[in-house]
Structure formats: structure tokens, C-alpha cells
Nanobody, 122 residues
């Protein structure tokens, strides 16, 4: 399984940005997918996750109400719409996938994509 993240960029505080992640090489609609983010020197932090069916979505407390997760199972793609962005949202965002687990712990995910930078200026 390969994960390709795209989107991101720079925006001012209060703005909106979206990032996406496309999965390939696995059976369509069989992977739970999630987003984590990391700031240099810090541990990778859980952001949000969506179940393989797309019916269950979970968000970390720090982003709930501001970020929205979408999933297109036909394309096996996941989208994170980030609103009301804050400077503390600045990080490299990584998408992850796993056939079994949907945990807030990075170690519980099997597949990882390359990160995409999100920068929020004040």
C-alpha cells in the first residue's frame, strides 16, 4: 500500500486549507485512514481518523469543530478540510492507513505517506 499526501501550504491565521491523501495498492475501501502531524522536536500527534466504511470519524480535541474529514471510497482518497487555522496548527501533516487499527497512537498504524507542510502565520 502506498499513500500519497498532497495539498497544504501557507495561510494566515483564521484561514482555510485542505490536504488530501490517496491510497493505492490495496483493496479499495478496506483501510482505516488517519492524519497525524509533527513539529520538529516533538512527537507525532494524532489529528483525525476515518473508518474504512467512511461512517465513523474521530477528531482530536485540538481540532474538533475546526477540521472536517471526508472520504471517497471509490477513489480511496481522504480529505481534511482545515478551518479557523491557528499558528499552533503549523506542522508537517502525515496520512496513515491500517486494515485493522484506528488508534490515536502512531505506532498502531501500518502504512504512512510522506508529509505535507502546513504553515499558519499570525
Amino acid at each position: 500500500v502506498q499513500l500519497q499526501a498532497s495539498g497544504g501550504g501557507a495561510v494566515q491565521a483564521g484561514g482555510t486549507l485542505s490536504i488530501s491523501c490517496a491510497a493505492s495498492g490495496g483493496a479499495r475501501g478496506t483501510l482505516h485512514m488517519g492524519w497525524f502531524r509533527q513539529v520538529p522536536g516533538n512527537q507525532r500527534e494524532y489529528v483525525a481518523a476515518v473508518s474504512a466504511s467512511g461512517h465513523a470519524k474521530y477528531y482530536s480535541q485540538s481540532v474538533e469543530g475546526r477540521f472536517t474529514l471526508f472520504r471517497d471510497n471509490y477513489k480511496d482518497e481522504m480529505y481534511l478540510l482545515m478551518g479557523s487555522l491557528k499558528p499552533e496548527d503549523t506542522a508537517v501533516y502525515y496520512c496513515a492507513a491500517d486494515p485493522n487499527a484506528m488508534t490515536n497512537q502512531p505506532g498502531g498504524w501500518t502504512y504512512w505517506g510522506h508529509g505535507t507542510q502546513v504553515t499558519v502565520s499570525s
